[in-house]
């Protein structure tokens, strides 16, 4: 086994590559796009955009490496069947999910707002997760899929930072994998979330996991 140091906060932590995969949270249509899930919230969408190019890099050096990549996105079946609806009773009738958008029904699989946003579409081959939940985990085969793939360790990126990360995060803590979260590969609808939210994964000694950059993972995948 090789490791590599990735520097880090609380700590550079040391990683076999080899064990390594990447995870890309609904980096969607929905959330990064107007007239999607994420605009029918309140939110500016514009927000998230800082992510793309670092997801983008960060991506190339995965696929460069041969490293396992996963995407993941949010989303429920046409009929809701498997959306609760203690999740789609909130707000207005016509922005809720299921309801008729610009980009066709909010938060369903198969509708164009579901899609990954073109700059980060996956490549034939790399499993995509279509999840009904905030963590990547719940109801999905992840887990599977990583220990068949004997994952280790997760670079976890995507949208948003508190939100969809944090939870897919902290399942993934509590399985047992190590979790670095490369910072400026994450974004949130609200900055000061984004700020605290990478701050409660780091403190106390890497309580969820560890916090980096693209710059510093680029460096240590090179
Ligand atoms: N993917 C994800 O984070 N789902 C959300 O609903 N995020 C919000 O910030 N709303």
Request: proline share 6%; aromatic share 4%; net charge neutral.
């Amino acid at each position: 086994m090789t490791t590599t140091l990735v520097a880090a906060e609380p700590e550079a932590l040391a990683v076999d590559l080899q064990r390594t995969a990447l995870v890309i949270i609904d980096m969607q249509r929905d959330f990064l796009e107007p007239g999607g899930f994420g605009e029918s919230l309140g939110n500016d969408v514009r927000r998230l955009h800082s992510a793309i190019a670092p997801c983008q890099k960060l991506l190339a050096s995965a696929r460069r490496r041969g490293m396992l990549v996963i995407h993941t996105r949010e989303g429920h079946r046409a009929d809701l069947s498997d959306a609760p609806p203690a999740k789609v009773q909130r707000g207005a009738p016509h922005l809720r999910i299921g309801a008729a958008g610009p980009m066709g029904r909010i938060l369903v699989r198969g509708e164009p707002g579901h899609d990954i946003i073109a700059a980060l579409a996956p490549h034939p081959g790399e499993p995509i997760i279509d999840k009904p939940g905030k963590g990547a985990f719940y109801a999905t085969d992840l887990h599977s899929i990583l220990n068949h793939a004997r994952i280790e360790t997760l670079i976890v990126c995507g949208v948003t930072t508190e939100v969809c990360v944090h939870t897919t995060v902290r399942e993934a803590n509590d399985r047992g994998f190590r979790c670095l979260v490369p910072g400026d590969c994450c974004g949130s609808y609200f900055p000061e979330f984004h700020e605290v939210g990478l701050r409660m994964i780091k403190a106390q000694g890497a309580i969820f996991g560890w916090v980096t950059d693209s710059a510093r993972l680029l460096d240590a995948m090179a």
